[in-house]
Structure formats: structure tokens, C-alpha cells
């Protein structure tokens, strides 16, 4: 019999495919940076119980085009600074990627609220473009050109907060008790270029990115980076203190309360 691809996978191939996984090279991209500090009540409003406002309330956004091999990802990240006990990090609130491969794998394994969108990077010259877009919105505008070159940080771990969960089947609360993620990157970078322009946020009603106001623009750069990741649960969080937020990850907002659908199968 011919193979069965969606039948079981043998043991020896599941161990080379873990194997493969483990030696990845270094993968890198360039991308634009852009924090900006906004109104704390809005950073204070937007962070599940355990995480807590940093001492500044800073948005980070980042839009990247990464260099897979054999094909290229649009990667972006909109996150707010935030700490949890002593850990300083960033929490996201949506992550846009151009492909499925890597929304799925990063929500199912880590509870990062990615979503299918457009990214863009573009470069010409001096002038520089990044955004953004869902639903033919681009949420996310830096409109900007390079000022010059900054010296190269050190590699530097970066933490981002992640809250992993799975809906119950009857539309009611979850199905198993959800939990923080403490998401920890090692980031090398390359090259990195001081910008002088704007961000723009527009209105969005999937992407709400624009009550987060630019009040004061602290970074703009574009760079090469590359980065690691790897991940922990460091706590289990109740139920009820996650489910007014659950519509962050969302295009619907009445998407968590749907119940299964009529005439299923139970």
C-alpha cells in the first residue's frame, strides 16, 4: 500500500523531525522598530490580572520581514510594556504574520494572539516604509527616512508575556485552566540605522491599536536581528480573570461567547 500521509508517523521519523527542529540556523530579519510612550490608563486597562503596568507606559511595535528558507514571512507585533512581579517584559496584543505556519504554531504552542495579516517593509534608498494591515486596514503606519548609523547593542534577552488557553466546547469559560507564558528571546543584531518620521495609527475595529495614542515617540529604527526562543509556564491563572480579555484575541467579540454549533454531534 502506498503511504497514507495523514496516517501515523513512525517513532524514527518523529524523532528526526525533532532533531531538525533543534538545529536550526540562525534566521534573520529586518525590520522597523517604533515605541512610543501613551496614557497609562490605557496600558493600566489593556493587562490581565497578574501583569502590571511598567514604570512607563510604552507601546512597541514591530514589523519585520524575516528570511525563512524558501519562502519570506511578514512578521509583526503590536505590545505593551508590562511586568509581572519582578520580570519586566512586553505584552502583546496582536501579531500579524503573512502565513498560517506560523500563526498556528505560535498560538497553539505558546498562546501568542497571532493573526493572519499584511506586513510591509520597504526600503528605498533613505526612505523607508513599514505597516501593519487586516482587513485591508493598515492599523500601523511608520512613514520615515534614515538618519544615520547606531552603534550595535549587545545580545540581550527580551521577554514577552503570553496567556495560553483554549475555549470550552460549550462556549462556556475554558476547557482547561489557562496559564501565563513567559516567552524568552536572545537577540543578536547586525546592523541598525536611526529613522526620523512618524507613526500612524488609524482606526480599526479588529485592530484598536489607535487607543493606544503616540504622546511621545521614543524609538525609531530600522534593523537586522536575529533571535531564539523559548518558553515556560510560570502560572496558572483563574478562569474568570482572563475571560474579559479574551476578546483581545479576537476578530469578533462575541466570538468567545458562541456556542458550539446547532445539531452537533456530542
Known sequence: MARVRYGARTEAEITAARAAGARLPDIWSTGVVAVWETDPDVVAAVLPPPLKPAERPLVRANISKVELPGYP???GSVAVAAAHGHQQGWYPLVMPMTHERALIGGREVFGEPKKLGEVTVERDGLVVRAALARHGIAFVEVRA???GPLPLPDPAEKV?????CLPAVD????DAEPVLVHCVRN??????ERLTGDVVLRESMYDPV?????RALVELTIGEKTTD???RVVERVAAQALLPYLHQRYDDPQQILDGPPQGSVR
Do not use: H, M, N, T
Not at 171 to 174: A, H, K, L, M
Open 171 to 174: 462556549g462556556s469559560g475554558f
Open 73 to 75: 514571512l511578514g512578521a
Open 187 to 192: 537577540e543578536k543584531v547586525r546592523r541598525l
Open 229 to 231: 526562543q523559548r518558553g
Open 145 to 147: 527616512a534614515v538618519s
Open 210 to 214: 489607535a487607543d493606544l495614542p503616540v
Open 160 to 164: 514577552d508575556f503570553y496567556f495560553k
